[in-house]
């Protein structure tokens, strides 16, 4: 007998209306992790709209037509799991874990978030203080003001450079109709996928899944162009009553589909992947100019984000920047020697393997295979990738990548006197 693949153990089903279901069967675990998926993040907003995305996810908790907000609380901590939420520039994320005896519960509590939510004229503007309490603490948070300042400049008049969070001023205004009109909008079938990976029979999620969402009604999805706008460096200078300054040096980087991503993924991993990577241990380790640096890649549909992230002292960002120039000019310069790219294979290669231990893992990776693909990106497939990519490549590849002219830099100084 044939020796069973991953892929085996991954199916998809698509219901008549266009929602897609996928699942993986992992035998070995005794839990299930369940995420609705819906295709529809910040940068799917109008600027009247900033943050809505994110405000409706916390208000899907706040009660539906048949469940009050402690209701939907209990619904999974009764049993021993969780629910939650989160929100990103291109989608969001409504995900339960539990045992696998509680499938049905688990998609019950989630189906009914989402096409049941009844937004309580009370709870609206008391979660309105709420999410402005959470832009103030990203705000006092000294690398979370840098990077949502540095997006906003780098991605300048686009929709990827606003807040997730949105404004005070968008939050403050929105209504329970306008929560309402936006679902309308974007909640339809075709923008959602439903993600399940544990002990689960496929064939069972399929007929739950159609019995919440069978009824929703079938539309064509609609094209939302949003053309990039030519990049212009503008380097930023920020100031905050802090101890330390913040410094990141970055660019665009390449979207999720992108042919040269596995050399970005490696030329990641050696210039920032840790510890034993080459910035942390010329920054720190031999000069001791830092507590930590690191490198950020961000993918998106059509574009990304990648730099380099470091707090150190006011007095030694020069040499930091000098540093960081440095290494990455030597990537662009110098072969890297076969030993260290073997070492960053493995390392990636051995994150990846860890992460399948997790269910939640799993089914985000699931789900995103197939929002960002439209089919299941196989572990063989990834390290086959990995492993094919020469010194050479990665070489070539910095030449450009790497070029100052793509880049900008923001930095965060403590304000004079404090």
Partial sequence: MDKLKEIDFVHKNKLDNGLRIVTEHIESVKSISVGIWVKTGSRNETQKQAGITHFLEHMLFKGTDSRSSYDIALSMEAVGGYLNAFTSSEYTCYYARCVNTQLERALDVLSDMVLNPSFPEEEVEKEKKVVIEEMKMYRDSPNDYLFEQFSEKMFKGHELGRSILGYEDTVSAFSREDLYEYMSEQYYPGNILVSVAGNVDHDKVVALVSSYFEELEARKSRKNE??????????????????????????????????????????????GGGMSARLHQNVREKYGYCYSIQTFNQSYTDTGLWGVYVGTDQQYVDHVRDLIKQELKKVQEELIPQKELDEAKSQLKGKLLLSQENTSSRMTRLAKSELYFGRFVTLDELVENI?????????????????????MEGILLPEEGK
Wanted: aromatic residues 14%; negative net charge.
């Fill in 387 to 407: 492993d094919s990519v020469t010194s050479e490549q990665i070489n070539e590849f910095a030449r450009n990548f790497f070029d100052e002219q793509y880049f």
């Fill in 226 to 271: 949003q053309k990039l706008p030519a990049f212009t460096p503008v380097d930023l200078k920020l100031t905050k009553a802090i101890e330390q300054t913040h410094y990141v040096y970055g660019r665009r980087g390449i979207n999720f589909d992108h042919e040269d991503k596995y050399l970005l993924l490696l030329a990641n991993t050696i210039l």
